[in-house]
């Protein structure tokens, strides 16, 4: 029998758990085969860590010989210490590239190799289905696992057979809390019952002289009751046995102390309880530990204040590094006693870390007093809110009250921060300077990278490398031309580039998600990789400081960051800003004005942002949202954002546009909601059912022109609504007066269903200005519909400010509304050329009447709404005959768009009309 090439043994295809040996490798060869290195998964967990983790990205799999089926070894990317277990396994998924035949015959070598893959996955899925989750033969309840809410924990519903919803994490806390606090009762009680002689739960006896513990005293709890010093003494450990465990209680006015045999008892050889405090010692047959907690000994305490001012409590007298206190609920790690990272102290000096309950860290664990009153008041709580923020040992951070800071509360990336509600946050109002430009912060890095190997075209999904080194599958990637005015002249700061997500790897060669949006020449650019992990803020509120310039929430640099329902305020400057951020997420709530504030206020702020969604109210003094850009690495386009529902309003000035885009945006959309006042800039923006109000804020000018960059702007079944009268006569509700020497290619303008609401006093219902710009600009209104507007001169109105140039369409259909005596368009401005008008056909019946002594009549007819040029005209018999002549109707002159002059003939050969009747014509008129 012939031997298989690709030899399977009978194996689970996984190493045995393993042990790093302080460095990073290589560790192999593997005990099994695989097909490529990218089947191989390697999982860790680090000393102190419950689970292993998945640290294949931080590995580097080389096959032994480079063979099509062989053996591996493993590389960590840092040193991997014995503490450290890990192991890995194959985890190929399968796929077909190579047919099992050849010329219509069966390949043997590669039906073999076909087969062998598919063997190896065999062995790979019966190895994880032995690991799953099983059930009984007779089972017949449901293993679906229910959808929970935040912190909600699994419970197994017997009766219905099935998992259901249990109970959140805070309520579990709050039962800890609830035990610790019945165990300091229960100790209460036994102090008292001992105090008048009576043995409860296993009490011994009270002590009132030195005492000797026995190994019978186990399990019990002994009571000390003396006025002055008093000494227990342990067995020795030996005797005792492992598991051993005895309670002590001092109600005694004398000191007790508690002697081990040599330095056993927590490292120490002896312990000292003071009256009312008590101890539970145990020994594993090695040594004595002695656990603090319970009852008012004082390493448990009522309140976190309280184990803070407590004096007591000492290194080498009653506490060792390691220990454990619990004070609110809360559980604390005592430190070493010259250690410098500790979060909080004791009056008495011993140092603490907060440990996290259920991943959760609250700044009341702290030391924060929780006083704030959102009006300034309260003590300054800003170093405990600043050591809470930056502790690594708990991702969540969770607000349970309100403190007053003074100073930025920045935050680890990685972090979840979030509040029970808007009660539940920082109060910053009080502090009138600020020495950092934002309240609240979180920042990653721009880590640069190889560069590009080539020129990458505009469209491609890979980007050539010289190494790929530090480049992961997900990973984000920056392309950055760091040339001033690269990607517009409007600003230095606008340069190009754009943000990539990776899809994979192919040697040196990145493959992206997504097509590029721009090409790129090697030596123009460079490339980083963004570092900073997804950030969330969530439910609280934020009272910013009244310093100019100071931001309320700055994210900065991070991958798919999320701002939800984070309410900001009393700032002077921006609300919540996200910059150098992809992928990012926010459902508002962001305030930032007072009525009385001025100067460049913004509720948010995107500053060099691309592909994200943003939702939810926003408000500002000057812009409630608002795009631009800064002159940092990463000054690249604002590009592929969607704003969904936003209701944008603000409160004073002139010309402020609650939406506000700057010259660096690129593919903006919007959907629904309502801006006093909105802004075009950029390239490519669209609006969809979205209501644009012109008020007193904007000198009553519904939408205004900023530095245009080129391409499509879009507005699908908007409303352009003016709420007050204009500054001027002359400013419409559409309003484009800046089109310049900055455009940079061809603009379309188009609006499509759109309703205008306009001011009695307005002339124009849109206005489109050429200040030197050089390229076309066209602008075309589908079936708009006018409401008001009784003083319309005309609906269009375009203008050459300075320049020469070529509108090449202006375009008008179907509009309904438009006052009797208004024109479609007219250009007040020399130089400027519109080569296409496209004009609603207007049309009507006129009556003539025939004279029998003249074979033509001749009539006038003066358009409803005058053309800006001669128009195309048809004529058309309405009736055949007067008397017994047939009648030809024809135009037989034009005066320029406001009327033409219309003659009959009365036959072919020109005989009078034979009666006086009257007769009808049709006509009709366009411009296209």
Excluded at 68 to 92: C, E, G, I, K
Excluded at 170 to 193: D, G, L, M, R, Y
Aim: with cysteine.
């Amino acid at each position: 029998m012939t031997a298989s090439p690709f030899p399977l043994p009978r194996e689970t295809r996984e190493s045995a758990i393993l042990v790093g040996n302080g460095t990073p490798g290589p560790y192999g060869p593997s005990g099994y085969k695989v097909w490529d290195t990218a089947d191989v998964v390697v999982y860790a967990r680090a000393d102190g860590e419950e689970v292993f983790t998945d640290v294949t990205a931080d590995c580097t799999i080389t096959k032994t010989a480079s063979a099509l089926y062989d053996t591996f070894s493993v590389t960590f990317a840092a040193n991997v210490p014995a503490t450290t277990d890990w192991y890995h396994q194959a985890r190929r998924t399968h796929e077909r590239q190579i047919a099992a035949t050849q010329g219509g015959a069966v390949s043997g070598a590669e039906l073999e190799k076909e087969l062998a893959k598919q063997a190896t996955i065999l062995s790979e899925t019966r190895r994880d289905i032995d690991r799953a989750l099983r059930v009984d033969l007779e089972f017949d309840g449901s293993l679906v696992l229910p959808v929970l809410g935040d912190s909600q924990l699994l419970k197994w519903d017997a009766t219905a057979k099935k998992f259901a919803p249990g109970p959140v994490a805070s309520e579990i806390e709050a039962a800890e809390a609830n035990a610790i606090i019945a165990t300091a009762k229960a100790a209460e009680a036994v102090a008292a019952a001992a105090s008048i002689g009576q043995p409860i739960n296993g009490v011994e006896s009270v002590k009132t002289d030195d005492y000797t513990v026995l190994p019978a005293d186990v399990r019990k709890t002994i009571v000390a009751n003396k006025a002055s010093a008093i000494a227990f003494g342990l067995p020795a450990v030996a005797s005792a046995g492992a598991g051993f465990h005895v309670r002590f209680f001092n109600i005694g006015a004398g000191a007790l102390t508690i002697n081990g045999t040599g330095a056993q008892i927590n490292g120490k050889t002896s312990i000292v309880l003071a009256r009312n405090q008590g101890a539970t010692l145990f020994t594993d047959g090695t040594a004595w530990r002695a656990d603090m907690g319970g009852g008012d000994n004082r390493s448990t305490f009522a309140t976190v204040a309280a184990m803070l001012a407590d004096s007591y409590l000492a290194y080498a007298a009653n506490v060792a590094s390691g220990d454990t206190l619990q004070a609110g609920g809360y559980r604390y790690q005592v430190a070493a006693s010259g250690a410098s990272d500790h979060d909080l102290a004791t009056a008495g000096g011993v140092k603490l870390y907060a440990l996290p309950s259920f991943g959760v860290l609250t700044e009341e664990q702290f030391g924060a007093p929780l006083d704030g009153d959102w009006a300034g008041g309260g003590t300054d709580a800003t170093a405990a809110i600043q050591k809470w923020a930056a502790s690594t040992r708990g991702k969540v951070k969770r607000f349970v009250g309100v403190s007053r800071i003074t100073a930025e509360i920045a935050f680890n990336p990685g972090d979840v921060v979030e509040g029970a509600s808007h009660a539940t946050g920082l109060d910053a109002s009080a502090a009138s300077s600020w020495a950092t430009t934002a309240a609240i912060s979180v920042t990653g890095a721009f880590t640069a990278i190889s560069d590009l190997s080539g020129n990458v075209a505009r469209g491609a999904h890979e980007l050539p490398l010289t190494s790929a080194a530090g480049v992961s599958n997900g990973d984000v990637l920056l392309i950055y031309n760091p040339t001033d005015s690269s990607w517009s002249p409007v600003s230095a700061s606008y340069r190009a580039g754009e943000f990539v997500r990776v899809h994979s790897l192919t040697g040196s060669t990145v493959n992206i998600f997504t097509p590029l949006y721009a090409a790129y020449n090697s030596a123009d650019v460079d490339l980083y990789r963004l570092d900073g992990k997804q950030t969330i803020f969530r439910n609280f509120r934020l009272a910013e400081p009244t310093a100019a310039g100071v931001r309320g929430l700055l994210v900065e640099k991070i991958d798919s960051p999320v701002v939800h329902n984070v309410r900001t305020g009393d700032g002077r400057y921006i609300g919540v800003e996200l910059l150098h951020c992809y992928d990012f997420d926010f459902d508002g709530v962001s305030y930032n004005a007072t009525p009385t504030a001025t100067g460049n206020d913004y509720g948010l702020a995107i500053i060099n942002s691309q592909k994200g969604r943003l939702g939810g109210p926003s408000y500002g003094t000057r812009h409630s949202v608002a795009f631009g850009g800064s002159g940092a690495v990463g000054a690249v386009p604002c590009r592929d954002i969607e704003v969904h529902n936003f209701s944008m309003g603000v409160f004073n000035g002139a010309l402020n546009q609650a939406q506000d885009v700057h010259g660096n945006v690129e593919d903006i959309r919007f959907f629904g909601g309502t801006y006093v006042g909105g802004i075009i800039a950029g390239k490519n923006i669209a609006f969809y059912d979205v209501t644009f109000i012109g008020s007193a804020m904007t000198s009553g000018i519904c939408i205004f022109a900023g530095s245009v960059h080129s391409g499509s702007f879009i507005f699908n079944d908007c409303i352009f609504r003016q709420v007050s009268t204009p500054g001027q006569t002359h400013y419409a509700p559409i309003y484009f007066d800046n089109f310049n020497s900055h455009v940079q290619g061809d603009v379309r303008l188009i609006f499509n269903n759109p309703i205008l609401e306009i001011d009695a006093s307005v002339i124009y219902g849109a206005y489109v200005a050429i200040d030197g710009c050089t390229h076309d600009i066209s602008v075309e209104f589908n079936s708009p519909r006018i409401i008001g507007g009784a003083a319309l001169d005309y609906f269009i109105r375009t203008y050459r400010i300075s320049g020469t140039t070529t509108m090449s369409l202006v375009s008008l259909n179907e509009i309904t509304g438009l006052v009797s005596g208004a024109g479609y368009t007219v250009d007040n401005g020399s130089g400027l050329t519109i080569t296409r008008y496209r004009l609603p056909r207007q049309q009507g019946r006129e009556t003539f009447t025939g004279n029998t002594s003249n074979p033509y009549a001749v009539v006038t007819v003066t358009y409803d709404h005058p053309y800006p040029a001669e128009p195309h005209i048809r004529m058309s018999n309405y009736s055949y005959k007067i008397g017994d002549r047939a009648y030809v109707p024809y135009v037989s002159s034009v005066t320029g768009g406001t009327s033409f002059n219309f003659g009959v003939q009365s036959s072919d050969d020109a005989t009078n009309f034979s009666s006086t009747n009257q007769g009808y014509a049709s006509w009709e008129a366009w411009m296209d």
